[in-house]
């Protein structure tokens, strides 16, 4: 639906602005002959009463109530035109000139951040770690902009990863910290962390390889 001005001076140029663009372009809009001839005659009344009511001189009591009722029977003509045009036919210059905007439809795809996740691991509690991030591009904990959460996967013990085949998805997280328990029995062994933005739309690079030692 449109955007009526809040100001009526600025009301009152949009008024006319907007029904010489409609009868300019009343067919390929679709506009009733019964909505055109309202419109018309609406307009006609409020370019009578709009200088009437806001003139010193000319200004009453009644002319008041007169410009506000023909206020919103020209704001209800307008709602009913704009309401019967097909989306489809609405053009970028239409939408500017009537100040229809776009509602709904497929929103923008937002890319995953071109930033990593810089991954920490406190390694100094028995039996678990503790793993927090901060953004390689802001340096802050919170993830950018972009970024639904962070993926972490996890290889536990031998030697340090070269691919993701090495390793297990741990799980994604959306704020630190996240904290890991471990069994007795990987005790002293040596966990390698690899850590990504992701979203609905895709998954980031990789940051830095992480890595801690279970304390037992």
């Known amino acids: 639906m449109a955007t009526f001005e809040k100001t009526e001076s600025l009301l009152n140029t949009y008024f006319g602005v907007a ?33 009437l009511a806001t ?24 709602r009913l035109i704009f309401g019967d045009i097909l989306n489809s036919v609405l053009t970028s ?21 071109d930033s990593q996740p810089i991954g920490s691991i406190d390694d100094s509690y028995r039996l678990a770690h503790k793993i927090t991030y901060t953004d390689s591009a802001s340096g802050k904990s919170a993830k950018p902009h972009g970024a639904l959460g962070c993926e972490i996967w996890q290889k536990i013990g ?22 890991i328990s471990f069994e007795g029995a990987q005790a002293g062994l040596k966990i390698w962390y690899w850590m990504r933005w992701v979203n609905n739309n895709g998954k980031g690079n990789w940051g830095p390889t992480s890595e801690g030692t279970v304390l037992p």
């Open 19 to 51: 029904v010489a663009y409609i009868l300019l372009n009343l067919v390929r809009l679709g506009v009733s002959a019964a909505n055109k001839t309202t419109m018309v005659a609406e307009l006609a009344t409020w370019n009578n009463i709009y200088p």
């Open 55 to 78: 003139t010193a001189a000319t200004s009453t009591a009644a002319n008041v109530k007169d410009k506000n009722i023909s206020k919103g029977k020209m704001k209800d003509i307008l």
């Open 93 to 113: 210059t239409d939408r500017l000139t009537l100040k229809i905007p776009v509602v709904g439809g497929r929103h923008p795809i937002v890319p995953v951040p």
């Open 158 to 179: 031998g030697v340090a990863p070269v691919s993701i085949n090495d390793l297990l998805f741990l799980e994604t997280i959306s704020k630190n910290p996240l904290v």
